[in-house]
Structure formats: structure tokens, C-alpha cells
């Protein structure tokens, strides 16, 4: 597996087959991680489909599988990158982290993806 990330608070490996394995560390990791599983699975009952799929969750390791997104976006303007967030808005979440390396771009999808829900909250239900 080659690393893609590897900070204080997880490491993010992409597996030779195309999976993407975090996993969580450091301060409230099991928060993080909760948080990421819930928004994930939320987002996959709403059928977005801009956003890593969640294939496995291991909560005793405190480790998730999803799937790639592509690769990582190193220029985006303002306004699309502002674009992107909003849309995701409309799905009930709101990310919290909306920063250029949370954004990827996959060619098989031919559009931009967000990735890294660790921060994210749902957004309460329209009345």
C-alpha cells in the first residue's frame, strides 16, 4: 500500500487494488472515526455520489475502507471550490473542513470529490 497521509491525528494508505484505508490516531481519534462512519453512511442513504463509498469499518482498530475519489486537487479557484462544499450542503452535511486538500478529482467520474468527514455534522431536516 503506498501512504498518502500521514499526520498526527491518521494515516491514509490506497491499496494496489484501489481502496482507501484510514486510520485514526491521536486526540479524540474514536470521535473522528465515529463521526466519519456516520457521515459516510449518511451520504451513501442519500445516494451522493461525490464522496468516498464506505466498504468496512473496524472500530476496534479504529480503521475505515472506502473507495478512491481520485487524485488530489492542487489549484481550484474560490468560487468552485465554494461550489462544491454548498452542493454537498444540499445532501445534509455540512463538511467544517472545506479546504482544497479535501477535495479530489476523478477522471473515471469526471468531477470533483470531497473526502474526510472526520469533522463534518449532519445538517438538521428541513421542516
Not at 491514509?12 to 487494488?17: F, G, T
Given at each position: 500500500m503506498r501512504k498518502i497521509k500521514d499526520t498526527q491525528r491518521s494515516t491514509?494508505?490506497?491499496?494496489?487494488?484501489g481502496r482507501v484505508q484510514k486510520v485514526y490516531r491521536g486526540p479524540?481519534?474514536?470521535?473522528?472515526?465515529?463521526?466519519?462512519?456516520?457521515?459516510?453512511r449518511h451520504l451513501a442513504g442519500r445516494k451522493c455520489?461525490?464522496?468516498p463509498t464506505l466498504l468496512?469499518?473496524?472500530?476496534?482498530?479504529?480503521?475505515?475502507?472506502?473507495?478512491?475519489?481520485?487524485?488530489r486537487v492542487d489549484h481550484l479557484s474560490e468560487e468552485k471550490r465554494a461550489d462544491i462544499f454548498a452542493e454537498l450542503e444540499a445532501y445534509g452535511v455540512k463538511h467544517d473542513d472545506p479546504d482544497i486538500r479535501?477535495?479530489?478529482?476523478?477522471?473515471?467520474?469526471?468531477r470533483f470529490c470531497i473526502v474526510d468527514f472526520e469533522f463534518a455534522t449532519l445538517l438538521p431536516e428541513p421542516a
Open positions: 491514509v494508505r490506497l491499496s494496489y487494488d479524540k481519534a474514536r470521535e473522528r472515526f465515529e463521526t466519519e462512519v456516520r457521515i459516510l455520489s461525490f464522496v468496512e469499518a473496524q472500530p476496534e482498530r479504529l480503521t475505515i475502507w472506502t473507495t478512491s475519489c481520485g487524485q479535501n477535495v479530489t478529482y476523478s477522471q473515471q467520474d469526471g
